[in-house]
């Protein structure tokens, strides 16, 4: 079974700047997680989607951030314009299902740099 | 809210030594608790889980954990290090809020070192 899937890996930009971030799940799993991981610390919940809607996104940076999940599979998380403390690894995450307990599976992440 | 205190940034020991990570945790009810690994340049990896079954939960590649209610602990074991444990190392609570859709917060996690 392929795992969550992200990409780039890598990004540098200069602040100001626009950045995008593509994550597609594991097949047939309803909801998909945005995370920021700044160095040093641990994964902080950005959005969470069931499906093609947002269960949450109370943690998102609406002024700056956005992100959608407009077929209910793959998404894009987008930043503009991008601040110097926006470096960080922006994980995917993506389960079976939303409500209760269920295993979430990570995606490699995508390290931004903002110069 | 919930939330969790890893109680040390960094753990060396050598290897074939036994593996303590520190965890303390906050919550207003029974919590679901969580230890990840991260290897690395890879995604994180699910260890082992505590969902109010056994307080002595067993995961992958030898470790192990036990909720202790009265200590609000849930502390991560293993009783021999091994080179490729070298990792970092999350413990992190469930959050179900008021959708009822679960979140995860996580604690600022343990890096552990294994020396030959």
């Known amino acids: 079974e392929a795992g969550v899937a992200q990409s780039p890996r890598y990004k540098i930009i200069e602040k100001r700047q626009s950045v995008a971030f593509w994550c597609n799940p594991i097949?047939?799993?309803?909801?998909l997680y945005w995370y920021q991981q700044i160095l040093g610390q641990g994964p902080k919940l950005l959005i969470q989607f069931q499906n093609n809607g947002v269960v949450d996104d109370s943690q998102l940076p609406k002024d700056r951030f956005s992100a959608e999940r407009l077929k209910g599979v793959d998404s894009t998380l987008k930043i503009q314009p991008a601040k110097l403390e926006d470096s960080a690894v922006y994980l995917c995450?993506?389960?079976?299902?939303?409500?209760?307990?269920?295993?979430?599976?990570f995606g490699p992440g995508t390290r931004l740099t903002v110069l | 809210a919930q939330s969790v205190t890893q109680l040390d940034s960094h753990v060396s020991v050598s290897e074939g030594t036994p593996v303590l990570l520190r965890c303390n945790y906050s919550?207003?009810?029974?919590?679901?608790l969580f230890w990840y690994v991260q290897h690395p340049n890879k995604g994180l990896q699910l260890l082992l889980k505590y969902t109010s079954a056994a307080t002595l939960v067993k995961g992958i590649n030898g470790f192990e954990a036990e909720f202790k209610k009265s200590e609000t602990s849930f502390h991560l074991t293993k009783p021999s290090a091994h080179m490729s444990d070298a990792a970092e190392y999350f413990c992190v609570v469930s959050d179900l809020g008021g959708t009822g859709f679960q979140k995860l917060v996580f604690g600022t996690g343990t890096r552990l070192l294994v020396s030959p």
């Open positions: 995450a993506s389960s079976s299902q939303g409500l209760g307990y269920n295993e979430q599976f």
């Open positions: 919550s207003s009810y029974s919590p679901s």
């Open positions: 097949s047939g799993h309803a909801t």
